[in-house]
């Protein structure tokens, strides 16, 4: 038998075997051994000291504030608006890590511009350069004449309008011009969905690519973010151009802010379509049924083609920096009255021009001002116009959503109901479903239809194209329509909503302070 650490001895772990052992080690006159001493690795000496870690955090912080307070001269020179100016320069002092990132990417509102095409020298169907009006009280004339300042374009006449009530039958329509296409078919839209309609209108720019159509697609890279190159591909293996407008891999380049909101269709430089219906199921009610979102586009004949051709053409050119061959004067359609100015908007263009022409439009009614807008976010200075037209016995009609897909612009809209109320304004809210229209009528002897809401992001965000139309039978086909609308809708009452409650009141209040960051 053995004793101590000998060999024959089961073994009882560490700790135990050197308690067993302690008493033979010391009267050896010897320290037990360091068993964890054995184990431990060298130990390598920090790269830098404590402190130097220190410093280098320091000069981190130091660089990045650094870049946030050089953002605010480029927030001053772009002129927003003074609270929005103000917020976000308090964001780049406080946070200003997050600040810098958040500006480069929604903050940003302008954007390198193109060449544009020269402007269109007065031809068959155009209008002349139209003088200063003698008489400002004329709706017409001063309307058009701020038309042709806000856009250098002049307005046309012998076009013939069709004008499309919905989904369905914007498809129809649009599916025979496509169909009949011999030469080339030019599109572009913010929202194109992979769903049934999106897929039927692939198929339709897939079968005129077949035939030998020269077919070019560009569709927003935001907007239409569930389709991609997978999505465009059986296009363009026909020789068809399908390229996404400010995709998010250039989001440094470019800020993500900036979206296309067009909904251009040109065939054949002779047909063309435009209003305010995406390519989705959403539009149309024989997949979307009663839910189907309310909407109006028009199919045009005539002068105005090439007007919205020229906007198509500088959007592709913008992308691909290739541009189309120039363009003639498009067939005056005999016996076809209808004016028409074609007004694009965006960040390329100077001076807010969707938002001039509202202001000079409302102000300048004598009998009454009727809107449908599912987006309802303007300044205070359209909200004056509003009221004060309204103030003086205009007759003042706002149809807008009960209901929304984008909650926080829709409840920053109601924030401003009470002061809008209070001035006589009538405010409706449509109740069947989502209504998208974008309609604007002076005195019911003008239109606007496009694609711009009444708020901020269309004045100044998105590009946006909007027709400006005097032609009677259109006028009131239109108007019909608004009517019909304002037949499903529920009449806003001043003390009602006054009663809405404290949870509501705040929530409009949150998401009205949002607005000014864009």
């Known amino acids: 038998m053995t004793s101590g650490c000998g060999v024959g001895e089961p073994r009882r772990g560490l700790g135990s075997a050197c308690n067993a052992c302690s008493g033979h080690h010391r009267s050896a006159?010897?320290?037990?051994?360091?068993?964890?001493?054995?184990?431990?690795l060298p130990v390598r000496p920090p790269?830098?000291?404590?402190?130097?870690?220190?410093?280098?955090?320091?000069?981190?912080?130091?660089?990045v504030e650094l870049a946030g307070l050089a953002l605010i001269p480029v927030i001053l020179l772009q002129r927003k608006e003074p609270t929005s100016t103000f917020a976000w320069i308090l964001t780049l002092l406080?946070?200003?890590?997050?600040?810098?990132?958040?500006?480069?990417?929604?903050?940003?509102?302008?954007?390198r511009q193109n060449p544009a095409p020269a402007p269109l020298s007065p031809g068959r169907g155009r209008d002349p350069a139209l003088p200063?009006?003698?008489?400002?009280?004329?709706?017409?004339?001063?309307?058009?004449?701020?038309?042709?300042?806000?856009?250098?374009?002049?307005?046309?006449?012998?076009?013939?309008?069709?004008?499309?009530?919905?989904?369905?039958?914007?498809?129809?329509?649009?599916?025979?011009?496509?169909?009949?296409?011999?030469?080339?078919?030019?599109?572009?839209?913010?929202?194109?969905?992979?769903?049934?309609?999106?897929?039927?209108?692939?198929e339709r720019l897939v079968a005129a690519a077949g035939r030998g159509v020269k077919v070019r697609l560009?569709?927003?890279?935001?907007?239409?973010?569930?389709?991609?190159?997978?999505?465009?591909?059986?296009?363009?293996?026909?020789?068809g151009e399908a390229v996404s407008f400010s995709p998010l891999r250039r989001a440094l380049v470019t800020s993500p802010n900036l979206r296309n909101h067009r909904k251009i269709v040109v065939v054949d430089r002779r047909i063309a379509f435009t209003g305010g219906i995406n390519i989705c199921i959403e539009h149309s009610t024989q997949y979307s049924g009663a839910n189907a979102w309310r909407d109006v586009h028009l199919q045009i004949e005539g002068p105005a083609v090439n007007d919205?051709?020229?906007?198509?053409?500088?959007?592709?050119?913008?992308?691909?920096?290739?541009?189309?061959?120039?363009?003639?004067?498009?067939?005056?359609?005999?016996?076809?009255?209808?004016?028409?100015?074609?007004?694009?908007?965006?960040?390329?263009?100077?001076g807010q021009t969707i938002h001039r022409l509202f202001f000079a439009t409302i102000t300048a009614a004598r009998r009454k001002v009727s809107l449908i807008?599912?987006?309802?976010?303007?300044?205070?200075?359209?909200?004056?116009?509003?009221?004060?037209?309204?103030?003086?016995?205009?007759d003042v009609e706002l149809?807008?959503?009960?209901?929304?897909?984008?909650?926080?612009?829709?409840?920053?809209?109601?924030?401003?109901?009470?002061?809008?109320?209070?001035?006589?304004?009538?405010?409706?809210?449509?109740?069947?479903?989502?209504?998208?229209?974008?309609?604007?009528?002076?005195?019911?002897?003008?239109?606007?239809?496009?694609?711009?809401?009444?708020?901020?992001?269309?004045?100044?965000?998105?590009?946006?194209?909007?027709?400006?139309?005097?032609?009677?039978?259109?006028?009131?086909?239109?108007?019909?329509?608004?009517?019909?609308?304002?037949?499903?809708c529920a009449r806003i009452d001043l003390a009602d909503w006054r009663r809405r409650g404290l949870r509501l009141t705040l929530k409009e209040g949150m998401s009205r302070l949002l607005s000014p960051l864009l």
């Open 29 to 40: 006159g010897e320290h037990p051994p360091d068993f964890a001493a054995r184990r431990r």
């Open 132 to 202: 200063a009006p003698a008489d400002t009280s004329d709706l017409s004339a001063t309307s058009f004449r701020i038309a042709q300042v806000v856009t250098n374009t002049l307005a046309t006449r012998g076009n013939a309008i069709t004008v499309l009530e919905d989904g369905d039958d914007t498809y129809r329509a649009m599916g025979i011009a496509i169909d009949q296409a011999t030469t080339e078919i030019n599109a572009e839209y913010y929202l194109i969905h992979d769903d049934a309609v999106g897929c039927w209108f692939r």
């Open 373 to 394: 807008s599912p987006y309802f976010g303007p300044d205070d200075t359209l909200l004056i116009a509003l009221e004060t037209v309204a103030m003086r016995g205009v």
């Open 94 to 111: 406080f946070l200003p890590f997050i600040g810098a990132v958040l500006f480069l990417l929604f903050g940003r509102v302008t954007i």
């Open 218 to 239: 560009l569709y927003d890279g935001i907007g239409s973010l569930g389709i991609g190159r997978h999505w465009t591909r059986p296009l363009r293996i026909l020789g």
């Open 47 to 63: 790269l830098l000291p404590p402190r130097d870690h220190l410093i280098i955090l320091q000069l981190i912080v130091f660089g």
């Open 308 to 350: 919205l051709l020229r906007i198509f053409a500088t959007d592709w050119a913008w992308v691909t920096h290739s541009y189309l061959k120039p363009m003639a004067e498009a067939t005056v359609q005999n016996g076809s009255a209808a004016r028409l100015a074609v007004i694009p908007a965006g960040p390329d263009s100077h």
């Open 399 to 488: 149809i807008l959503p009960a209901k929304s897909n984008h909650r926080v612009t829709f409840h920053a809209g109601r924030s401003l109901y009470e002061r809008l109320l209070e001035a006589g304004v009538g405010i409706f809210e449509y109740q069947p479903g989502m209504i998208h229209s974008k309609l604007l009528f002076i005195d019911d002897e003008l239109a606007l239809v496009g694609s711009s809401n009444m708020d901020l992001r269309s004045f100044r965000l998105n590009f946006e194209v909007t027709t400006l139309i005097e032609e009677p039978a259109t006028v009131q086909r239109l108007l019909s329509i608004f009517a019909e609308c304002l037949a499903h």
